[in-house]
């Protein structure tokens, strides 16, 4: 008798160890797929557009070729933040000195959900100046209107 029911006894608890056993190489199945499909479908898209973005970043003859900006330095600083909504056209066809960029930036931060820029715009606004100088026609324009902006600082 004892030894019968040592023996049902190990055949039960052997059963629950398999399924057991079972039950946990399914569930990590389980899981190792779904983390896979989880990863492929987050990861794809980012891939294409990084791999876009940096094709679409060549330079011929000193012009940034999918925006039309000239090559100089801060020229991805602004590709990055100043391209987003707009073409870059809007900003080469504005010819502005310093101070009227920053109030341009502020104009579009207040009222255009431009994000804060940090320290990336003096960068910005340093490449604008640069490479986007004020005409000589533009300049005495850029002086009478200057007081039409609050400049705080
Ligand atoms: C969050 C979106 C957004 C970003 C990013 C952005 N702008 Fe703009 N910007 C706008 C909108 C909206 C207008 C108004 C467009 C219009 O009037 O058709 C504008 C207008 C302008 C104008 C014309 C201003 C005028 O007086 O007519 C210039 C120049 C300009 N942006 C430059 C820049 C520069 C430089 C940057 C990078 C620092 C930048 N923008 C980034 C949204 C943005």
């Not at 000239?70 to 080469?92: F, R």
Request: charged share 25%; glycine share 6%.
């Amino acid at each position: 008798m004892e030894s019968r029911d040592k023996k049902y006894g190990n055949t039960k608890s052997n059963k629950w160890i398999l399924f057991g056993f079972i039950f946990t190489i399914g569930l990590v199945l389980v899981s190792f797929i779904a983390y896979l499909l989880y990863f492929e479908s987050n990861k794809e898209p980012e891939n294409m557009v990084n791999e876009q973005a940096i094709s679409d970043n060549e330079i011929e003859n000193g012009i940034h070729v999918r925006t039309g900006l000239k090559e100089g330095e801060g020229l991805m600083t602004v590709v990055t933040h100043c391209t987003a909504c707009h073409s870059a056209q809007l900003i080469i066809q504005n010819r502005m000195n310093k101070e009227r960029w920053n109030a341009t930036i502020r104009w579009m931060q207040e009222t255009q959900n431009l994000w804060p820029l940090g320290e990336n715009q003096e960068v910005i606004v340093n490449y604008l100046v640069k490479n986007y100088p004020v005409y000589s026609k533009g300049r005495r324009e850029n002086l009478q209107n200057i007081e039409w902006y609050e400049l705080s600082e």
